[in-house]
């Protein structure tokens, strides 16, 4: 070797040395070749759990459990890696706690230029992070599953009760046509038997499209979309049943009529359509009014605010979870409580986000926020 290059050899060694000492992702150390440690890194500190002082020249086996040490996998590992070369193992390995953790482990002999064994490196990676992950998305994968055999369950009973739905429609009609030929002008009994075929209807559509959403089996267009548009053709479409409880619905549209937003449409209508419907049930006197804005941060918004009930703060933190209905003294709780449930996987499911403002007996505020 050329003298003058040892002491910049010595440099290029240190610097490496302090190199591996500062990995801290892996456990990096030496063996000797009986296989006693001779060095020891931060990453082995952090993995293992011994500090350099305890664990130097106690044997690698140490890191092994009592039935892999009665095996002697130990002695297998350094003798494979002494005739190839290299050993690769995965498998679990002991800390200083003595709790188990999944290790990926590669050994390499270590020879001087005779060919002398002068020990082994040996480099230590924790899988127990990856295995979490593998094991959460395996858990995910089976939920998933458990999902769309859910789903596949209940379109197959979507089917099965609208049948029956559609006959007792079907009836109630026919009976009110022989009621009027019999100039019957109580038809209380009917109009309440329709009522209530209207609503097992609409619940039986929301629990499918709920399923639907969170298996992941709706499919999304997300596009430029006009929202002033949708939202007045929605207005047109509950202006006859705001009438009929002499409501107002009110619009003011404060962007200009080109402004797009990437929604998917199907998703849009219906979560507004949600919002106008719950407006509309929940209101009494007065009116419901829809407000499309930018706000100050650039982002476009819609506000769906009514003079109606309005909810306890009690019940705002369940508001938008499945069959939450709040039930009031002396009114009756219509509905399955799964329409603000739906609103607000709409929304996600579009990068939107919705919050709500309400007091008691002073009406309710929706707002729902379009990602820019």
């Known amino acids: 070797m050329d003298p003058d290059h040892g002491p910049l050899l010595d440099s290029y060694e240190a610097q490496f040395r302090l190199m591996v000492e500062a990995v801290g992702d892996y456990a990096i150390f030496m063996l000797d070749p009986d296989g006693r440690i001779a060095t020891w890194n931060q990453g082995a500190r952090r993995i293992k759990g011994y500090d350099e002082k305890e664990i130097i020249g106690r ?24 005739a190839t070369g290299r050993f690769k193992d995965q498998g679990f390995r002991v800390r ?5 953790f999944l290790a990926d482990v590669l050994i390499t002999a270590i020879e001087n230029p005779a060919g002398s064994l002068v020990g082994y490196s040996k480099v230590t990676r924790d899988l127990s992070e990856l295995r979490e992950v593998q094991d959460g998305l395996a858990e995910m994968q089976v939920a998933l599953e458990a999902e769309k055999e859910q789903l596949k369950l209940l379109s197959e009973a979507h089917h099965e009760i609208r049948g029956p739905v559609h006959v007792i429609v079907m009836a109630t009609y026919n009976l009110e046509r022989q009621l009027d030929a019999l100039n019957v002008t109580d038809k209380r009994a009917l109009e309440a038997i329709k009522r ?48 009929q409880k002499n409501l107002s ?21 219906q979560m507004i359509s949600n919002l106008l419907n719950n407006a509309i049930k929940f209101t009494d006197h007065g009116y419901i009014n829809l407000r499309l804005f930018t706000q100050t941060e650039g982002s476009i918004a819609i506000e769906v605010s009514d003079t109606g009930i309005g909810m306890d703060e009690a019940f705002v933190s369940r508001l938008f979870k499945p069959f939450a ?48």
């Open 59 to 82: 044997h690698f086996s140490c890191f092994y459990t009592a039935d892999d040490q009665a095996v002697g996998k130990p002695a297998q590992a350094l003798a494979t890696a002494r």
């Open 96 to 100: 200083k706690d003595g709790k188990l």
């Open 196 to 243: 209530g075929t209207a609503r097992l209807s609409h619940a039986i559509d929301e629990i499918l499209d709920l399923q639907r959403v969170r298996a992941g089996a709706i499919e999304l267009k997300r596009e430029p979309i006009a929202p002033a548009q949708l939202v007045e053709a929605l207005i047109r479409d509950y202006k006859l049943l705001a009438d």
């Open 249 to 269: 619905i009110s619009w003011e549209n404060e962007v200009p009529n080109n402004i797009t937003i990437i929604f998917d449409e199907f998703c849009f209508t």
């Open 325 to 372: 209905r709040e039930n009031r003294a002396g009114r009756e709780v219509i509905g399955a409580g799964l329409g603000l449930a739906l609103t607000q996987r709409y929304a996600e499911l579009n990068k939107a986000r919705i919050s709500v403002k309400t007091r008691l007996g002073e009406g309710t505020t929706f707002l729902v926020t379009f990602s820019s």
